[in-house]
């Protein structure tokens, strides 16, 4: 009887370490990087604990690296937004502006959603990058590349598509999502996380990925 | 979880609008060009070009080999190789400058008589010119226009031919509309006209002219094909041994080229 006891109360630890709130805080700061908290702009530093609702901002100069815990990272690139929505047992964080690389590793049954503009990304352990484009249209472009593992991308109008590893798409201005394929450019990406293994900022420049009919002269 | 079908139906409504907009455009131009071509019976000539400009961001190397067929008049033909390199001032300004060593082109002092006293084209398909070149090109987006992706070019070109000093400035303005496929260039269509200017020679003040239309279809980035059709008139003048000429040739010419774009 005590064993069953001692077992259920296990299982309710275990259980209630799961739905706790996930323990996010700044791994690696450089350049400028501020939190927007409530109504206040704190400046990042190493160990900083976050908390859901607070907004990250780096500079042009800025890189943070969130640690989830033991659930994973995420690399906030310069001149990026992104805001800690949820931290409970489902993780959920919108890129406002700029790129982030999200790596996640043990979810423990809980879930990460990235929300950018119109598109979410679903996963329960992978590694990605998600940037904003150009905008074209009415919308910026986002795209999404996979390193490892299978996400989930749907759009608010109900498109949806798997991109797994090795591919990539784009949303088009929020509204369509091209095909995922093998895109030549995220060979270079850095995927690097850890600064005692190297650099960790990605120079890549999407703009480059965009031709300019400007540029088309061939005589 | 994979459901293309509603982002398949967004771009297939695209792709549908780009494909009645694509044939309205071509029949456009073949409408304006037709009956310039068809009103002179001009004589048809064919050319072949491989282009080489390596993508170097802001400054693109530039290598050309082009030949022209002798046509039905019985012209032994054109061949030129380019060299130089375009440099991207501002997003709508370029310039270039090259050099371009040709055989086979035909000047007023080339128009002489043979031993029966006939005027006939002299043999200068083994004769090497120098010539220098000079370009500043500005372009404009026309994204005001149905399809967005059209631009507006004014390519100015000085030449000085070493061989014989002639100096010559062709102005080109023409528009092109490319049609894009998930961000991608999927193909181009352009209307132009291109003015030849003799600067130190001839009689005429516009001593070509040239109108043409040209289809660029992107394989990829790095290879294209583009065919140009066009409608030529150049005008000849001068005097030869005391006997004075003046008169013009026509002719359509077809070519194909090859663009190679190497990664640096």
Not at chain 2, 37 to 60: F, H, I, K, S, Y
Not at chain 2, 88 to 96: I, Q, T, Y
Request: hydrophobic share 40%; aromatic share 12%.
């Amino acid at each position: 009887m005590h064993r069953k006891i001692g077992a259920m109360l296990l299982f309710l630890l275990i259980l209630l370490g799961t739905l706790s709130a996930v323990q996010a805080s700044i791994d690696f700061v450089d350049g400028r990087v501020d939190i927007r908290r409530g109504g206040s702009i704190l400046a990042a530093d190493f160990g900083m604990d976050l908390v859901a609702g607070d907004v990250i901002i780096t500079g042009e100069d800025g890189l943070a690296i969130i640690s989830l815990a033991d659930r994973g990272s995420i690399k906030v690139q310069p001149d990026t937004t992104l805001s800690l929505n949820s931290l409970d047992s489902d993780v959920e964080v919108e890129l406002q502006s700029g790129a982030v690389f999200s790596r996640l590793e043990r979810l423990n049954g809980g879930s990460y959603r990235l929300r950018a503009g119109t598109a979410f990304a679903g996963v329960r352990g992978t590694e990605f990058y998600t940037a904003y484009g150009k905008t074209i249209e009415d919308l910026p472009d986002v795209w999404l590349c996979v390193n490892e593992g299978v996400v989930d991308v749907s759009l608010q109008n109900g498109a949806a598509v798997s991109v797994a590893a090795g591919e990539g798409i784009n949303i088009l201005s929020g509204r369509d999502i091209t095909p995922p394929q093998f895109f030549a450019w995220t060979r270079d990406l850095n995927w690097n996380m850890d600064p005692s293994a190297g650099e960790v900022l990605d120079d890549t420049d999407l703009e480059t990925l965009y031709n300019d009919p400007l540029d088309f002269d061939y005589d | 979880m994979t459901d293309h079908s509603k982002t398949r139906r967004s771009l297939g409504r695209n792709g549908n609008r780009r494909s009645k907009f694509t044939l309205l455009l071509v029949w456009m131009i073949f409408q304006a060009l037709w009956p310039l071509m068809a009103q002179e019976n001009p004589a048809l000539r064919g050319g072949l070009r491989v282009l080489v400009t390596p993508d170097g961001g802001d400054l693109d190397p530039f290598l050309e080999a082009r030949t022209e067929f002798p046509g039905t008049e019985g012209l032994l033909g054109f061949s030129a190789l380019t060299a130089g390199a375009y440099y991207r001032f501002h997003p709508n300004l370029k310039g270039g400058l090259f050099y371009r060593l040709q055989f086979g082109a035909l000047h007023n002092a080339d128009w002489i008589k043979n031993g029966s006293g006939e005027w006939v084209w002299a043999d200068t398909l083994g004769r090497p010119e120098s010539v220098l070149i000079a370009d500043l090109s500005p372009r404009f987006l026309l994204d005001f226009l149905p399809g967005r992706n059209w631009v507006f070019f004014l390519k100015n070109r000085y030449e000085l031919n070493l061989y014989n000093g002639d100096q010559a400035l062709y102005i080109r303005p023409g528009l092109t509309y490319t049609a894009f496929r998930y961000r991608r260039p999927l193909y181009g269509l352009g209307i132009h006209y291109a003015a030849g200017i003799g600067l130190n020679f001839g009689e005429h003040l516009i001593y070509t002219h040239q109108i043409y239309a040209d289809g660029l279809y992107h394989l990829s980035d790095r290879f294209k094909l583009q065919m140009q059709l066009s409608w030529n008139r150049h005008n000849y003048a001068g005097v030869y041994m005391g006997s004075p000429f003046r008169f013009a040739e026509r002719f359509i010419k077809a070519e194909f080229a090859a663009i190679l774009i190497p990664e640096l």
